[in-house]
């Protein structure tokens, strides 16, 4: 092999290298990845769920703010614009709304929750309260000896009438602070 044709496999080699470290770096920050697996406490994790991204925004907000986590909600399938049609009385949210054992599927569960001590749960106000899929998440994880905040969106709804069905529906859990970001 000539020098001239060794520098050019360094150099390929070098840029494969570079490249499989950037992929690695963006595939951890991708869906639910950006967890940090730290078994530190003291530690701050924002869980929120949003159908239109209002909600995604104000999560990102929210962890920058507390130099938090973040995790999102991911429903099992996903909402369609008729989905959330609130006006249709068939439509998927006011059927899961009217129904108030229903718990909507998710795809993952947040496998680190164990690492945090301090919880900030948002969503998108539905008929004035918290959409049945932050149930899921809920019931789906061991919350005891966290504090749980409460963080939501919303067109016209306040956040106390979500924050107080839930502190109702989860009284062995202990709740702190709510929160409307718009």
């Known amino acids: 092999m000539?020098?001239?044709q060794t520098k050019k496999l360094n150099t390929l080699l070098m840029i494969l290298s570079v490249g499989v470290g950037i992929n690695a770096c963006a595939q951890k920050h991708n869906?639910?990845?950006e967890i940090k697996?730290?078994?530190a406490m003291n530690k701050t994790l924002v869980v929120y769920f949003s159908a239109t991204g209002n909600t995604k925004a104000a999560?990102?907000?929210?962890?920058?703010e507390k130099d938090a986590d973040i995790f999102e909600i991911v429903p099992a399938q996903a909402y369609t614009g008729a989905d959330l049609d609130w006006r249709n009385k068939q439509s998927r949210s006011t059927l899961e709304m009217k129904d108030k054992t229903s718990?909507?599927?998710?795809?993952?569960i947040c496998e680190h929750i164990d690492n945090y001590d301090t919880l900030w749960i948002g969503f998108p106000i539905w008929w004035y309260t918290a959409p049945t899929?932050?149930?899921t998440f809920i019931e789906a994880h061991n919350l005891n000896g966290k504090v749980i905040n409460v963080f939501a969106t919303s067109g016209g709804s306040g956040v106390k009438g979500s924050a107080d069905d839930l502190k109702k529906t989860y009284p062995q859990y202990n709740w702190g602070e709510s929160r409307l970001m718009n």
């Open 2 to 4: 000539t020098n001239l």
């Open 31 to 33: 869906n639910n990845k």
């Open 37 to 39: 697996e730290s078994s």
């Open 59 to 64: 999560a990102i907000h929210l962890a920058k």
């Open 103 to 108: 718990r909507p599927a998710i795809k993952t």
């Open 133 to 135: 899929i932050i149930n």
